[in-house]
């Protein structure tokens, strides 16, 4: 199985101030097709999780352009420009490359 | 507009049975592989079990594997997740989606307790 590895698992940021999380995979997440299949999600509290980012770095439709994603291969990170109260939840990396798919442990964001 | 829906989570003893069903609906169902993901409380998502657009190939985390058997009924366009022999670690909030699309249900609350 394909191992994604997150880092940090806990964020406390100020509003206004950018955030960070890493993804690392144990095995290239680039297909034969061409395509990366390394996905970003959020997931707030009592709500299902909510795609952010897919194959790396294409904002699903509707996420604010405060997000982006980036990285290849087997490193991946996800980037907040500016972090709003309404961004706090667990942010969690998923691989879709080969099943079992696989998430990472989840990072957790706060707001100072 | 994508929907799915799901339903059939309870409390079940140890060792009991559940089924659970997903109703889709705004895709062409038949089109697309589905999966099952759930998250027990407290703790972060996982994979459970997928089948193809068909039906014909079915997938499980080894964690379900022999317990759980995931079908689909495309003339009605629903997915389904029968679970036996289930285990406290068991609990969690079950999901029907289609990962890699964004779509997921609301989820439905599976309780294995005695």
């Known amino acids: 199985d394909i191992v994604m590895t997150q880092t940090p698992l806990s964020l406390s940021v100020t509003p206004g101030q950018p955030a960070s999380i890493s993804c690392k995979s144990s095995?290239?997440?680039?297909?034969?097709?061409?395509?990366?299949?390394l996905y970003w999600y959020l997931r707030k509290p009592g709500q299902p999780p909510q795609l952010l980012i897919y194959e790396v770095s294409n904002r699903f439709s509707g996420v604010a352009d405060s997000f982006s994603g980036s990285g290849s291969g087997t490193d991946f990170t996800l980037e907040i420009s500016r972090v709003e109260a309404e961004d706090v939840g667990v942010y969690y990396c998923?691989?879709?490359?080969?099943?079992?798919?696989?998430f990472g442990q989840g990072t957790k964001l706060e707001i100072k | 507009e994508v929907q799915l829906v799901e339903s059939g989570g309870d409390l079940v003893q140890p060792g009991g049975s559940l089924r659970l069903s997903c109703a889709a609906s705004?895709?062409?169902?038949?089109?697309?592989?589905m999966s099952w993901v759930r998250q027990p409380p407290g703790k972060g998502l996982e994979w459970v079990s997928a089948i193809s657009n068909s039906g014909d190939s079915t997938y499980y985390a080894d964690s379900v594997k022999g317990r759980f058997t995931i079908s689909r009924d495309n003339s009605k366009n629903m997915l389904y997740l029968q679970m036996n022999s289930l285990r406290a670690e068991d609990t969690a909030i079950f999901y029907c989606?289609?990962?890699?699309?964004?779509?997921w249900g609301q989820g439905t609350l599976v309780t294995v307790s005695s």
């Open positions: 705004g895709f062409t169902f038949s089109n697309y592989g």
């Open positions: 989606a289609r990962p890699s699309f964004g779509d």
């Open positions: 095995q290239s997440l680039l297909h034969s097709d061409g395509k990366t299949y």
């Open positions: 998923m691989q879709s490359i080969e099943l079992p798919y696989t």
